[in-house]
């Protein structure tokens, strides 16, 4: 039952967090201080794990389908779908759960066991709201900037390796990239992101505020966060894919 | 002034603080004492609100705390300042901002205004020339008087400190001390202190609560402190040998 009591003060948090900032000006500046440390922070890494990945989906994809009654160019097609549909915003948000979510949890975290929360919370500001508002906004807000960089990245990746391998040729994955294109597939990523950015900022700033005691429980707590944000979406993974997949 | 009345607070049913009622007046510096554990932080929670008591009543001025709605507590608040044990400076703010911060946050002053009162703020705890570093990058006594000077930005009629000399070297702790006194004269505050140091005690404790295991034990001044009859208080005090002797000296006993 020790689960119910987290969901439910998880929900009563939420609810905090979602009133009206104490001053919208020091809300606006705090938003931009969280866009940019957690999400143009983050491109660096976006880019250079889509590059890799790209490339390793070419050459595996070419080794699997080297029967030549398969055509060449679903090469092409299949990194392209693989990248949109699962591994740009599914893998992508495992990634940054581990490197936004333990970043959030220790900030808040250490926040909390130094009595900096305390502090705003005599003051008389909604602490919840000023900590948390603003960094579920800038993740939710970035998160489908992020999962396109990282298509875009992951096929640039592919377009490199191929040629340079010698497993595909520059046309045949130009062509396969373009054969066959569903742009719902597109869609139905950006929608899954919203969510998954949701949960890689709210879950790990609800194990931070919560925390108590000392150093050691804020990192305790930040694997924790990570681990749980991980399982909430592969969950949230199986269900959207199960419902907006369905022909 | 802030009057507490037979407030108690329990944890895990197990009272961290039991019955405690006393009286806090303004432009002196009332001390709250007792051994680590004994419900100093408890008490301090309870009074600012941190903590919601589960019996007994806090009066700010006549004005009862506890049956406040939030939203009257909050003007309440903007007159209340607290500097935490560690001092609780915002770490990815400077020096400046910090200060800043309560004046962002609540006031409509222009930024000039707020630049000179942050600077009225920092001079009054004595920091020149650290505007811009972070809490990091300063002393642990610094820390401590940029708290004091985030306390007063918005001029509180309440301050509350939590042990606001630990960690500090005795020298340091002394003009702590006396800083927080002359700004309690000067801007006429209800001040409430922390603390397990004798030595604040004999130097600003115009009026002193001791706690023992949750309970109000005794209550005086530094005038009567070393002559008190009360046995656990003894033991507080006279752990430190220099008191006892002191004791000794002025009064001829033991
Ligand atoms: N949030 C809490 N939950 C449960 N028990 C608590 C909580 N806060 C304090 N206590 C308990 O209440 C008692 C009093 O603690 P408190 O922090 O007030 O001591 P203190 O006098 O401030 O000590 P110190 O001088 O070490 O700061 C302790 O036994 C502590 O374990
Ligand atoms: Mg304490």
Redesign the interface.
């Known amino acids: 039952m020790d689960w119910l009591f987290h969901v439910g003060r998880y929900f009563w948090m939420l609810g905090k967090t979602f009133s009206r900032p104490e001053k919208f000006k020091m809300f606006v500046r705090q938003l931009f201080h969280e866009i940019e440390g957690l999400g143009v922070n983050s491109v660096g890494i976006v880019v250079i794990i889509s590059l890799f990945i790209g490339g390793i989906l070419t050459i595996q994809l070419a080794y699997n389908l080297m029967n030549p009654l398969l055509p060449v160019y679903l090469i092409g097609l299949g990194t392209r779908d693989t990248l949109i549909l699962e591994f740009s915003s599914t893998i992508l948000a495992l990634i940054l759960a581990g490197k936004i979510g333990s970043n959030i949890t220790s900030e808040i975290g250490s926040m909390k066991v130094t009595e900096q929360i305390d502090t705003l919370e005599v003051m008389g500001v909604n602490s919840i709201s000023y900590l948390i508002l603003p960094k579920i906004v800038a993740v939710v807000f970035i998160f489908p900037f992020l999962v396109i960089l990282s298509i875009f990245f992951g096929l640039l990746g592919g377009l490199i390796v191929g040629p340079f391998t010698g497993v595909v040729s520059l046309t045949d994955y130009i062509d396969g990239i373009r054969y066959l294109f569903v742009p719902y597939y597109v869609t139905f990523t950006l929608i899954k992101s919203v969510f998954f950015g949701f949960l890689v900022a709210s879950v790990p700033a609800y194990y931070g505020y919560f925390v108590q005691g000392g150093a050691l429980e804020v990192g305790k707590a930040s694997t924790k966060a990570v681990v749980n944000t991980n399982i909430l979406i592969l969950l949230f993974d199986l269900v959207l894919t199960r419902l907006l997949l369905t022909a | 002034m802030i009057e507490v009345r037979n407030i108690t607070k329990i944890f895990d049913g197990k009272a961290a603080v039991k019955d405690i009622s006393m009286q806090f007046p303004e432009g002196q510096a009332n001390l709250i004492i007792g051994r680590s554990g004994s419900g100093k932080t408890v008490l301090l ?1 309870c009074i ?3 903590y919601e008591p589960d019996s007994g009543e806090i009066l700010y001025d006549g004005r009862s705390f506890t049956r406040m709605k939030s939203a009257e ?2 003007t309440i ?2 007159e ?1 300042g ?1 500097v ?3 001092g ?4 990815s703010l400077t020096v400046e901002q910090n200060v800043r911060f ?1 004046l ?3 006031t409509t002053k222009t930024s000039a205004e707020k630049a000179n009162r942050v600077d009225f703020c920092l001079e009054h705890v004595d920091i020149r020339g650290a505007n811009k570093l972070f809490p990091s990058e300063i002393s642990g006594g610094m820390q401590k008087r940029v708290a004091i000077a985030r306390a007063i930005a918005l001029n509180p009629k309440y301050l ?1 400190c939590d042990e606001p000399n630990s960690g500090l070297d005795p020298e340091t702790a002394t003009l702590i001390d006396d800083l927080i006194l002359m700004l309690t004269k000067e801007f006429k505050m209800t001040t409430i202190i922390n603390t397990h140091d004798m030595n604040s005690v004999i130097q600003i404790g115009e009026s002193v609560l001791f706690i023992h295991q949750g309970e109000k034990c005794w209550q005086g001044n530094r005038g009567n402190i070393l002559h008190s009859e009360n046995k656990i208080l003894e033991d507080f005090i006279f752990a430190n040998k220099l008191y006892a002797q002191m004791r000794r000296e002025k009064t001829g006993m033991i």
């Open positions: 929670k600012l609100g941190l507590r909050k608040r903007r209340m607290m935490f044990q560690g609780a400076l915002f770490d309560p962002d946050m609540f509350f």
